[in-house]
Nanobody, 122 residues
Framework: QVQLVESGGGLVQAGGSLRLSCAAS????????MAWFRQAPGKEREFVAE???????????RYADSVKGRFTISRDNARNTVYLQMNSLKPDDTAVYSC????????????WGQGTQVTVSS
């Protein structure tokens, strides 16, 4: 069973930066996908960014339009950790951010972290 543990949330002023971390354990991650989602109060959970990799293909990434150019997803293979670097933060980015994992070929995300709060003040 995969365990995902997020860290790095907090309170930041608009225009500032934060880096979220998601440490994964419980299996080998040679062919896998991990993503960040967020949910603001009163809103549905939304996709933020995703990274997919395997031993035989290049790493691929994709982002929600609302964060393109501001957020970057990256991975430390040795640490089984995925990061979300968030720059130029806006109050609209305020939400609980959760990381999720799935086998690379799966259609749905099956493993979820507990979430970390990001609050951006104006």
């Amino acid at each position: 069973q995969v365990q995902l543990v997020e860290s790095g949330g907090g309170l930041v002023q608009a225009g500032g930066s934060l880096r979220l971390s998601c440490a994964a354990s419980g299996r080998t991650f040679s062919s896998y996908a991990m993503a960040w989602f967020r949910q603001a109060p009163g809103k549905e959970r939304e996709f933020v960014a995703e990274m997919t990799w395997s031993a035989w293909s290049d790493i691929s990434t994709r982002y929600a339009d609302s964060v393109k150019g501001r957020f970057t997803i990256s991975r430390d293979n040795a640490r089984n950790t995925v990061y979300l670097q968030m720059n130029s933060l806006k109050p609209d980015d305020t939400a609980v951010y959760s990381c999720a994992g799935r086998d690379r070929r799966a259609a749905m995300y099956t493993s979820w972290g507990q979430g970390t709060q990001v609050t951006v003040s104006s």
